[in-house]
């Protein structure tokens, strides 16, 4: 069964640094991928997604993730990160057949000023 | 609304109430799922539907726990004789399709709180 490990569970940056948030997943074939954020209060938003082609999508907000097949990794990233960004982020994969997303824990990004 | 629509969005109730929770998907999504994050838990897949076909009960952790959906649109999440554990907040999400490429769009939740 396909598994989504997100190693950083809280992670601290300050506004107009750069961010990285970590996302692996194991996985036999290449799955869709996806990165969500979730604000306080609020359902997920799709930031990006990844299904074959180019292997750096860009999304919205000026989120971008980059998927490395060897490394099964699906890493995202913001070049400044501003203070609106402070939410929980998700990673997730679909396999294609199964029915449900799965997703990682999640990591909570706090940005101070 | 253009979006996903979950109500309430916030439940209170006793031990041992039955709840309905409800999901109204965006209009012409076939698919529909429900999900429920708690701490310590992240999101856990409850059920899927796809059209006319059978839903995908796989992710049920209960027969306390049911959902129904009705005429290919709104939906209901049921549980019944509700246990402290079931607090948590369930969120639902639908596809214009069941295909893996089709990017979930979640509701806001329904939080749930059994005293």
């Known amino acids: 069964a396909q598994s989504v490990t997100q190693p950083d569970i809280h992670i601290t940056v300050s506004e107009g640094a750069s961010l990285e948030l970590r996302c692996n997943y194991s996985?036999?074939?290449?799955?869709?991928l996806f990165w969500y954020v979730q604000s306080p209060g609020q359902g997920l938003q799709l930031l990006l997604k990844?299904?074959?082609?180019?292997?750096l999508v860009q999304g919205i907000k000026g989120f971008e993730a980059e998927f490395k097949r060897s490394q099964s990794s699906f890493n995202l990233r913001k070049p400044s990160v501003h203070w609106s960004d402070a939410a929980e982020y998700f990673c997730?994969?679909?396999?294609?057949?199964?029915?449900?997303?799965?997703f990682g824990t999640g990591t909570r990004l706090q940005v101070t000023l | 609304g253009a979006g996903v629509s979950q109500s309430p969005s916030n439940k209170v109730t006793e031990k041992g109430k039955d709840v309905e929770l409800r999901c109204d998907p965006i209009?012409?999504?076939?698919?529909l799922y429900w999900y429920r994050q708690s701490l310590g838990q992240g999101l856990e897949f409850l059920i899927y539907?796809?059209?006319?076909?059978?839903?995908?009960k796989s992710g049920l952790p209960s027969d306390r726990f049911s959902a129904e959906r009705t005429g290919g649109s709104v939906s209901t999440l049921t549980i019944q004789r509700t246990q402290q554990e079931d607090s948590a907040v369930y969120l639902c999400?639908?596809?214009?399709?069941?295909?893996?490429?089709?990017?979930?769009?979640f509701g806001d939740g329904t939080r749930l709180s059994i005293l």
């Open positions: 999400a639908s596809t214009q399709g069941g295909l893996g490429n089709q990017p979930q769009h």
């Open positions: 996985y036999g074939a290449t799955p869709y």
């Open positions: 990844y299904f074959s082609g180019d292997t």
């Open positions: 997730a994969v679909h396999t294609g057949t199964a029915s449900k997303l799965t």
């Open positions: 209009s012409g999504h076939t698919a």
């Open positions: 539907f796809q059209g006319n076909s059978a839903p995908d």
